[in-house]
């Protein structure tokens, strides 16, 4: 071969070895890419799949929630159309047939709707329908079955007596409702004949036009409204059932009438149900549901016939036995202390017998109150819920009650503090319990109000205004609550002609006739005619109560020719607010306040909500005796007990230098005289160092005489203890150092007789001049014949002596020593004793001698231990 084609052949070789090479390394190249293509695809899928996977659960998961959420909201949804519906026809007007009795539901509020059945569908939601105060309605013959059910749920619903039913029923004459003939009998369901159809229309539009003219009178539009605004339905409910009535074949009058009911029955509570027929405009109720439902309805079977009947027993029974009494809860208002007291005071005092709550005002007019009626009539209660309306209505700072019980009970206790309940009514200033004998009680009373009087009239007059309202507005930073003053039982107060009911009278007159610019109110509440013809025979007192309550059977409350508290029913007052003129009766069902279950909790409400600086009222327990307190006096005074006042300050025995101030206490009652000589001698030792003298001459109080020496010398008081009276009186200026002394005799009639001529005249010389040189005797002699015969027999003269402290010594006895000639009006009565100090007092006062013991350490027992 030649060369050229040897080195050709090579060439070509070599070219087709790289060639060869080149597409395997092409091939291995192409083959890689394609491997990490496959790879990435691969890798994309796995991620996508995984991807996918998760999505799905998410997206499970969200749907699962959403399910959960629809579910919920379903179910909520299903709660709250039920709890709509329990809140729509509550109580009878829902409950199902097994548990089913007439209650009434109706509070303040609407009235209900009707149960009928039940919606189709799985929510077991209730099917109602309105009716009363809402719609007529027109039921088919096919769901006639229904009709029994919803009449027994209208009736059953409200009060007992307020649906009256008339049913029309020429076919069968009432025989399908005639479980409810019980209603009949109480004029609740009148079944009319052919005959009567007319009649019954003409009478149900006059019923429209009566409760539009005298009861809507232009102010409401409906009665519904009307008892939205004042919470009280006046007229009942009329349901005229036409049931086979052929309405088409009616004469042209019954058309109009029944076409005048359609258009304005509803408003005045007159409604239509008829069966069989349709009137225009009138929903309807089918056998598979209600016009205005929009939803298939299931209806319920038709009530038990035993049921029915005793149900229409029951309500007729009810309303036969009159209306059931109000509530206190439903006559309180329903905001607490909204009102102002201002022009006056409102109180919701119970209802009258349609139904309109009946307010009492006290304010410029009527400024004052008598409330009369014999024992168990119920006054008390009466006063209780007038108590309860105004403490509800008015704040403490509009309100300030005085409580005073003349009764021997303790009627007004529960408005203090007590053991078993610490509550006390926020508004109460004072309490006065267990009075009895005590008319000292209603006079310091009838005081503090002419006080507060002449402090209102004289700020009325810095503020140039004439009364109350006007004081409040140019004063608005002053405290000037209007003030009420209770006193039940008033009489007592005026029963004996004495300083007492002078004095008291003055003062009821007064308060009487200025009270009412200053807002003071008088409520005075008397159980027997005794205490009206008290005040009868001070015509102008008297023209200031025109407000007049007379309970069942009380006397005298109202004008002489008004008779009609005679026949007012049980628990019901005649309130008349025109002096008791006939004209302004106004016939009242009083609620029970007075039971614990109505009062206690209204006033742990009041209490609770009491301002932060509301103080507990003051107490006047006639039951309770004072101790002594730690009471600090002035100096150069003595307290000797407590007196009668709001501020049970005790009564003060001034004790400077000055003739006559000395004490006689007079009496026999030896455990009062000790604890008075106690009281005294240990505040004088409190307010300044002190001598003493003691001197018993009695046994039985020699123990208590000895404990005060041990308790006075604790004092740091000096104490000289003397066995006679002798040895008391004997050379008594030598002692007189300055100091204020106290010469303290037990009993001195037991030792003055024994003294000799020179023993009487030094006691006389001491009793008389003593005092100039600040000795001071605090005697107990045991009756007024004998201290006068120690001031010196017959015809000797009282100036030695200042004051005395008279415990059981009658009246008369006490001429010689008292300021009212024939002696002060006094009757004893056990731990109260009637004091005057010639220098202080225009008039004696009562006052009541602390108990000391407390005070006293037991030096006889220590002394014999
Ligand atoms: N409106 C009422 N509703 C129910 N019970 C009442 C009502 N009013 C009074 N009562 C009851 O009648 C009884 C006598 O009432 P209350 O004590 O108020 O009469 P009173 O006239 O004050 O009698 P007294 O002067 O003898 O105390 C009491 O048991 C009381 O609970």
């Known amino acids: 071969m030649s060369s050229w084609r040897r080195r050709l052949v090579v060439a070509m070789g070599d070219e087709l070895g790289r060639a060869r090479a080149e597409a395997r390394a092409l091939a291995e190249h192409t083959a890689a890419a394609s491997e990490a293509v496959r790879a990435e695809a691969d890798a994309l899928i796995t991620g996508s799949t995984r991807k996918q996977a998760k999505l799905g659960a998410i997206h499970r998961r969200m749907i699962e929630t959403l399910e959960a959420r629809r579910e919920n909201a379903v179910a909520a949804s299903v709660q709250a159309v039920r709890d709509a519906a329990a809140a729509c026809a509550p109580a009878a007007a829902g409950t199902d047939w097994a548990s089913w009795e007439p209650a009434s539901g109706l509070g303040r509020g609407a009235a209900p709707l009707l149960r009928i059945g039940r919606l189709a569908g799985d929510a077991d939601l209730p099917a109602l329908v309105p009716l009363l105060d809402r719609a007529h309605l027109c039921v088919d013959a096919g769901a006639a079955a229904a009709l029994p059910g919803l009449l027994l749920r209208a009736i059953g619903s409200v009060p007992a007596g307020r649906v009256r039913c008339h049913v029309y029923d020429p076919e069968h004459l009432g025989g399908p409702l005639s479980a409810f003939a019980p209603l009949g009998k109480a004029g609740l369901l009148s079944f009319v004949g052919p005959s009567g159809l007319r009649e019954t229309l003409d009478s149900l539009v006059e019923e429209v036009r009566r409760v539009n003219a005298d009861v809507l009178a232009g102010e409401h539009a409906s009665l519904a409204e009307l008892a939205a605004a004042t919470g009280r339905r006046p007229e009942p409910w009329r349901v005229l059932v036409l049931q086979g009535a052929s309405l088409s074949e009616w004469h042209a009058h019954e058309k109009a009438q029944l076409a005048r009911l359609r258009r304005t029955g509803i408003a005045a509570g007159v409604h239509l149900v008829v069966v069989g027929d349709q009137v225009e405009d009138v929903p309807r109720l089918e056998t598979a549901g209600y016009s205005g439902l929009g939803a298939p309805v299931r209806l319920d079977a038709a009530p038990p016939l035993p049921l029915i009947t005793a149900a229409a027993k029951s309500i007729a029974e009810k309303h036969s036995a009159g209306r059931e009494p109000a509530r206190l809860v439903d006559l309180l208002p329903q905001r607490l202390w909204a009102e102002s007291s201002a022009t006056g005071l409102e109180a919701a005092l119970g209802e009258r017998p349609t139904g309109e709550i009946a307010r009492v005002t006290l304010g410029d007019n009527p400024p004052h109150a008598l409330v009369g009626g014999p024992s168990g009539s119920g006054k008390t209660n009466l006063l209780y819920a007038w108590i309860a309306a105004l403490a509800s209505t008015y704040h403490p700072d509009e309100l300030a009650l005085y409580l005073l019980d003349f009764k021997e009970g303790v009627s007004f206790a529960r408005f203090a503090a007590g053991r078993r309940d610490p509550s006390w009514l926020p508004h109460v200033r004072l309490v006065g319990v267990n009075i009895n004998d005590d008319r000292e009680f209603g006079l310091a009373l009838l005081r503090h109000l002419k006080a507060e009087l002449r402090r209102r009239a004289e700020a009325a007059k810095a503020h140039e205004a004439t009364k109350l309202e006007e004081l409040r507005a140019a004063d608005p930073a002053g405290h000037w609550p209007r003030i009420v003053a209770v006193v039940d039982e008033f009489q007592v107060l005026l029963e004996a002609r004495d300083a007492v009911t002078e004095e008291a009278v003055g003062l009821l007159e007064d308060l009487a006739r200025r009270g009412r610019s200053q807002g003071i109110h008088l409520v005075l509440a008397s159980q027997d005619i005794a205490g009206i013809e008290a005040l009868w025979g001070r015509p102008s007192l008297v023209a200031q109560f025109t407000l007049r309550i007379a309970l069942p059977k009380a006397r005298r409350v109202l004008a002489e020719n008004n008779h009609a508290a005679d026949t007012v029913p049980r628990f019901h007052a005649i309130v008349n607010d025109e002096s008791g003129h006939s004209g302004a009766n106004k016939c009242v069902a009083i609620p029970n306040a007075g039971h614990a279950d109505a009062w206690e909790p209204l006033q742990k409400r009041l209490w609770e909500g009491r301002p932060a600086d509301n103080e507990p009222p003051a107490l006047f327990d006639g039951d309770h005796i004072p101790e002594l307190s730690g009471r600090t006096p002035r100096p150069e005074t003595a307290i000797l007990g407590q007196t009668i006042d709001l501020g049970a300050a005790g009564a003060e025995l001034a004790l400077h230098r000055a003739p006559g101030r000395n004490l006689a206490i007079l009496g026999t009652r030896s455990g009062e005289a000790a604890d008075i000589l106690a009281a005294a001698a240990l505040t004088a030792a409190r307010a300044q160092p002190i001598a003493v003298d003691l001197c018993c001459l009695e046994t039985d109080a020699a123990s208590g005489a000895l404990n005060l020496a041990a308790a006075l010398e604790a004092e740091g008081a000096q104490v000289n203890w003397h066995d006679s009276l002798t040895d008391a009186c004997k050379d008594w200026e030598s002692r007189c150092d300055g100091t204020l002394r106290l010469a303290l005799w037990y009993a001195v009639d037991a030792g003055s007789a024994r003294l000799d001529a020179a023993g009487r005249e030094a006691m006389r010389d001491m009793l008389l001049n003593g005092p100039e040189r600040h000795l001071h005797t605090l005697g107990w002699w045991r009756s007024v014949p004998r201290l006068r015969e120690d001031l010196g027999g017959y015809a000797a003269r009282f100036d030695a002596v200042d ?63």
């Open 803 to 865: 004051a005395w402290l008279a415990l059981d010594v009658q009246g008369p006895e006490l001429a010689p020593l008292s300021p009212a000639s024939g002696g002060p009006a006094w009757y004893p009565r056990p731990r109260r004793g009637l004091y005057f100090d010639r220098a202080r007092h225009r008039a004696p006062q009562v006052v009541i001698p602390y108990m000391t013991c407390a005070h006293l350490p037991n030096a006889v027992l220590d002394s014999l231990a």
